[in-house]
Every structure is written in structure tokens, then in C-alpha cells.
């Protein structure tokens, strides 16, 4: 039987999880619960010998740092395919799916949010022998989620028959609404009621010939996209007009609610989505005192709480049931059960037109990060790191001077018409208007302090000649 070809959903901006994750760096791209990324180790749950390399779609702002991440960790995908705009799920498989029948129409997809947390990998992978048991004969697989509370924050997907020759599967009796508290308990008490995981197993031609029957217009504008789109270096731009064009949804209001395939496979893979940081501190291991200390962090009579640093000594005295989270630019602390109110804190910096919820302090470029070190009216002073390799486009700045000093490793400097080399304690001009590149041809990383004056020093002052990543 054919390989299953996992389909990584990367285009959340994991607001709950703020001040860690913001829009241009969020949840699923963070080390939040093991020391790899929440996307790599979605990935790398499904690398054994029964999957194909994955397609990864997401949108374009994230795509060096997934290429990054996924290469680093020896789990280069077979595609990442970039969403001009976030359109849900449906489409997103579709797009998959139309990818992968060109190859194979018997091509089996699993589709998983990159952001989710299963810490029984083992339950994951024999629930999806069976899921892939009951796909080969057209059902429509989804995982169902064994639930241990009568949680709210979830969709419930209710067991009807079993399914015919696969053991532990079901054919699904209907799809049910996050339900209030009276009625969550009700379902643990009657069982046969599951978390619905949002994660599917299916033949990508079985999707498209559902999804082609309930929504046609959806499978052509993603066809179109497809065909009109384009390769961009290791990336495939799906067409913009043709996909903002797309109605979007779900695939289990598009799909899963109105064909007659659909299978549920129950699995208790200790599964979360990690939708807050209580939910993290729930999943998470505790000290004595039932907290969850990360970073420097001192704790004087605290108790069955979150705290977090991602930098500077966090002291913490008389706290109980308490998430504290501490970034280079933001403190956040709330009340345990309020945990989910932290998006309500990002729609006010939003409204207004603040900037904290988009951009950490520490910005990823393809090339490496910048971090704002100090910042006042007509100067600002940054830290640049540029890994081996790393090139940033010949450019200009029409209303700001930089200053380069070399703190570590050596730098390779295109000023105008003259190309030098700065080794460490060395330094460099580049005046307003003048054509500059700045390249580590070293194997270490090269760390370069910039200071930059003028009269305006947004990141929209930039013009770009050439640039190795495309962005030109």
C-alpha cells in the first residue's frame, strides 16, 4: 500500500498564546512544551517508514522559518505551499489533494494542525493503521479524542454503527457544537461522545470527489490557483486573485457533515490543542507545588501556576493559580481560569494599531534575526546575527545611515562600488542612499551591532537590487 503523505495546516496565529506567539512568529513555530518546535515535532511524529515526506501549507510571512526548522531537524518536506490569504481548512486540502492525485489517485492524506500536542505518539500511529485501513475502501477518516473531562472548549463527535471489517472504527452519527457544561457531562455519562481533534485520513480523490459535491466552486478556484500559481525557490505560490476569490470553510462543514462516509477512529493519545496557557500548564509537568517554572524564575510561596522567562529573573511571591509570561518587550499575568481572555488583550492592541502582537523584539529573516536593542528619536541600535551562508539583499535606504561593528565572526561587506572584509572590532559606514550587502561567508554565525540614524528608520525604507530569497 502506498506511503500516507502527511499535510501540515501552518497558518494560525495562536492568539491565546500571546506574548510568546504573535503573527509573524506564532505558536506552532515556538518551543513551547520540548525543546523542538510545535510544527517539528507535528512532523516528526509522522516520519517512520509508512509516511511519505509532508506538504506543509502556509502563508508566505513564515516560510523561511518552516524551511529552517523542518531542514534543520532532518524532515525536509516534499512541498511548502504558500496561502496568499487564510481561507480554512477546506481549501487548504483541496489544493493538497489536487496536488497529490496529479502524482498518484490513490494517494492517502493526513491532514494535522501543526500546532496540536499528542504525548502518545504510539495510540497516534495505530489509530492511523486502522484509519488507513478503513480509507482504503472510501471512508472519510477522522480521529475522535477519548475525552477524560467534560471540556466546552471543544466540538464533540458522536459514534453511530460500526464500520464494516475494520476494527475500532465507526461510522459518525452526527457532528455536535461545543456544548455547554450540563451538556458535556451528559455526553461523558452516556459515552460513546469524542473531542473532534480536526485531524483526517482519507484518499485525496475520495475528499475531492466529496468536496467537488458540495462545494464545486471551492475544487475549481483551488484548481485554478494551482495551475496559475507559480514556483518560488523550495516554495509554490498558490495565485492570489484566484484563491481570494475562494469561499472558504471547514472540511467538517463543507465535508464531513454531509457525506455518508464518514468514520470516526476513538484514540486516547493524549491529545490537547493547546489553546492556552492553562491548557499548557495542564499538560505540562509540575513541581511539588503544582507549578510550572520555565526560565529564571524564583518562586516564594506560589502554587498551581504558569511561570515563564524568557530572559530576565522573574521573582514570584504569595501567587496561586497564576500564569506570569515575560518577554523581551511584554509581561503578562492573569488569572489561571481567565486564560482564554489573553486574545481579548491582542484585539486591544490591534484596535490600537499597536504592534505587540505582531512582532517579537527578535524578528527571523531568511538570512537570521535582528533585535531592537535601543531605540530614540532619530536612532535606533540593533543586533543582527547572519547564519553561514547567509546573504542579505543588495539594497539602499533613502533616509538612513548604518553603522556596522563586527562582534563575532568575519563579515563580507559590498559598500557602493567596493567590496572589504570586517573581522571582529572592526567596523564600517554606509551613508543614506548608497547600494550595501552584507554576507557571512564564515561556517559560524557572524553577530554584527547596527546603528542606525536618520530621519526615518521604518522597515519600509528599503530597496532592494538583488536578493537571493526572492523578495526583490
Request: glycine fraction near 8%; include cysteine.
Amino acid at each position: 500500500m502506498a506511503s500516507i503523505v502527511p499535510v501540515i495546516l501552518s497558518g494560525g496565529s495562536g492568539t491565546r498564546l500571546w506574548p510568546m506567539s504573535r503573527t509573524l512568529y506564532p505558536k506552532q513555530l515556538q518551543s513551547l512544551y520540548s525543546e523542538r518546535s510545535m510544527l517539528v515535532e507535528t512532523a516528526g511524529r509522522v516520519s517512520g517508514d509508512d509516511f511519505a515526506a509532508p506538504i506543509v501549507i502556509c502563508n508566505a510571512e513564515h516560510r523561511f522559518v518552516i524551511a529552517e526548522q523542518l531542514h534543520e531537524a532532518g524532515l525536509g518536506p516534499h512541498s511548502i505551499v504558500l496561502e496568499p490569504v487564510g481561507r480554512n481548512t477546506a481549501p487548504a486540502a483541496a489544493v493538497a489533494a489536487l496536488m497529490l492525485v496529479q502524482d498518484d489517485p490513490d494517494a492517502l492524506m493526513l491532514l494535522m494542525p501543526s500546532d496540536h500536542l499528542i504525548t502518545k505518539p504510539e495510540a497516534f500511529l495505530t489509530a492511523c493503521a486502522q484509519a488507513r485501513s478503513a480509507a482504503a475502501t472510501g471512508a472519510l477518516v477522522t480521529f475522535g479524542i477519548i475525552p477524560n473531562a467534560p471540556e466546552t472548549g471543544f466540538g464533540y463527535i458522536h459514534q453511530g454503527q460500526p464500520f464494516t471489517d475494520v476494527d475500532g472504527c465507526f461510522r459518525i452519527d452526527r457532528f455536535v457544537e461545543k456544548p455547554d457544561k450540563p451538556t458535556a457531562e451528559g455526553y461523558l455519562a452516556d459515552g460513546g461522545y469524542f473531542w473532534n481533534s480536526g485531524i483526517f485520513l482519507f484518499k485525496a480523490s475520495d475528499f475531492l470527489t466529496e468536496l467537488t459535491r458540495t462545494h464545486p466552486d471551492m475544487v475549481e478556484g483551488c484548481r485554478r490557483s494551482i495551475e496559475d500559481g507559480q514556483r518560488d525557490m523550495d516554495f509554490f505560490r498558490l495565485h492570489e486573485e484566484r484563491f481570494r476569490d475562494i469561499k472558504g470553510d471547514s472540511i467538517d462543514y463543507a465535508v464531513m457533515e454531509k457525506t455518508a462516509n464518514a468514520v470516526v477512529v476513538p484514540v486516547d493519545m493524549g491529545w490537547d490543542d493547546v489553546g492556552s496557557w492553562s491548557a499548557l500548564w495542564s499538560v505540562g509537568e509540575k513541581d511539588e507545588q503544582g507549578n510550572i517554572l520555565l526560565g529564571d524564575v524564583i518562586a516564594h510561596d506560589v502554587n498551581g501556576s504558569y511561570v515563564r522567562s524568557s530572559g530576565q529573573l522573574v521573582a514570584t511571591i504569595g501567587l496561586s493559580d497564576t500564569i506570569v509570561v515575560t518577554t523581551d518587550d511584554v509581561v503578562l499575568i492573569a488569572d489561571k481560569s481567565r486564560a482564554q481572555d489573553v486574545k481579548d488583550v491582542v484585539a486591544v492592541l490591534e484596535s490600537e494599531g499597536r504592534t505587540e502582537h505582531q512582532i517579537h523584539k527578535r524578528v527571523y529573516r531568511p538570512w537570521g534575526w535582528y533585535q531592537c536593542m535601543d531605540a530614540a528619536n532619530h536612532f535606533q541600535v540593533k543586533q543582527l546575527m547572519i547564519h553561514p551562508g547567509g546573504v542579505l539583499s543588495l539594497q539602499s535606504h533613502q533616509h538612513r545611515s548604518e553603522h556596522w561593528v563586527v562582534v563575532s565572526g568575519s563579515a563580507s561587506v559590498v559598500r557602493g562600488d567596493e567590496t572589504i572584509t570586517l573581522g571582529v572590532n572592526e567596523s564600517t559606514y554606509i551613508p543614506a542612499g548608497t547600494k550595501h550587502r552584507l554576507e557571512n561567508k564564515g561556517d559560524a554565525p557572524l553577530f554584527i551591532i547596527e546603528v542606525q540614524t536618520g530621519s526615518y528608520l521604518g522597515e519600509d525604507d528599503i530597496e532592494r537590487f538583488e536578493d537571493l530569497y526572492g523578495r526583490s
